[in-house]
DNA sequence: ACGGAATATTCCTGTCAAGGAATATTCAAA
DNA sequence: TTTGAATATTCCTTGACAGGAATATTCCGT
């Protein structure tokens, strides 16, 4: 989970799986929509390959890459956890300050 | 888009994050549960805060820390644009290869 | 086998961010 | 107003990573 944040954490990389949203792309085709140097483009393609959040297709002389599904469900898993907290209005906030009060203030007096 | 990736990029980020998930919580609770550094903890709550992750609340001497829901949204609503690659089976990778056939062996021969 | 296209890898350099130590700030209590 | 607790900020150093240039690799066609 965390090699995919710091993987999506570039921004030419985040272009890149933006770009294979729409289908695979080879390593040149992203080259000229990216307007990188062909260098930068493979050195990014590996890094989100060994995030797993690309595969490769050898096809004779070229690369197709594209993206790994089952690596954006595992971000949409990890969400999940945390989708009750704009799904349902839970603000434990108040609660919480109170309970801090109570334990600080330690009085009786209000008991 | 590009900032929330980076800031969550972080282990202990991704982890102080996780924590807060289960509701609001002090620098020093977090401290203390994460066994960093105070300063360290500060920081990486001041990236993430920049980053529109948390929200802080002062009370008394503490700073009460708190998830955004609206920052996880982001990611979520990005998520969605990429949702049907795994939820039907859109494998255009067979077509796309044959259409990199067709465009570089350009025999008329088929035709 | 050779030449050229597509892609990957290496080396180098500069930049940026994390970690640690020390210090500053803010607030409450006495 | 001084003291101490909780937190933030600064300074410094070190390591990782992106970018560029050059080179290596792989494959096809001839």
């Known amino acids: 989970m965390n090699t995919i944040f710091s993987a999506l954490a570039e921004p ?3 272009h890149i799986v933006e770009l294979l949203r729409d289908g695979p792309l080879t390593v040149g085709e992203i080259v000229e929509r990216l307007g990188l140097s062909q260098p930068q483009v493979s050195k990014h393609l590996r890094v989100l390959s060994e ?3 690309v595969d490769v297709q050898p096809i004779a002389n070229r690369r197709v890459y594209k993206l790994r599904p089952q690596s954006l469900q595992a ?3 990890w969400l999940g956890s945390f989708r009750r907290l704009w799904e349902t209005r839970f603000d434990r ?4 300050l109170e309970a801090i009060q109570a334990k600080e ?3 009786p007096d209000r008991s």
């Open 75 to 77: 971000i949409d898993t």
């Open 93 to 96: 906030l108040e609660s919480y």
């Open 12 to 14: 030419h990389r985040l």
């Open 51 to 53: 995030a797993g959040l």
């Open 105 to 107: 203030n330690k009085p």
